[in-house]
């Protein structure tokens, strides 16, 4: 891993922990557990941080950053859980649909072509 990524890891951990702890303080948002909530978005930011922006992070990294904000619509009691689920997995499957593009890169470890036999 790019050591200049790895010194990003603090400073996002901390942009976002102290923002959720100021909308609890204000009182914008005091009911929502921004542990969970901000560990998902975490999760999806660093995704494409570390791993750069290719079908895979774009799949994985969109899901967790949906995920997040679901949770947040979810705990403020404008949707239930069971509008979120389907949400999400209806959500999954338009990423992996858009990941489809031409446009979004493929991941440098997918290869194009089957590996070839050594066998003579």
Do not use: C, H, Y
Not at 1 to 10: E, F, V
Not at 37 to 53: A, E, N, P, R
């Amino acid at each position: 891993m790019n050591p200049a990524k790895l010194t990003l890891l603090l400073p996002i951990l901390l942009i976002t922990v102290g923002t959720g702890w100021l909308l609890t303080a204000l009182e914008i948002a005091p009911n929502i557990d921004w542990i969970w909530t901000l560990g998902l978005l975490i999760v999806g930011v660093m995704t494409f941080v570390l791993g750069g922006f290719d079908k895979a992070t774009f799949v994985v990294g969109g899901f967790f950053i949906i995920a997040s904000s679901m949770s947040v619509l979810r705990q403020t009691g404008r949707i239930t859980l069971n509008i979120e689920v389907p949400v999400l997995v209806i959500a999954s499957g338009v990423l992996m649909i858009f990941a489809r593009s031409s446009k979004i890169p493929t991941p440098g470890w997918v290869q194009d072509s089957p590996p070839q036999s050594n066998v003579e």
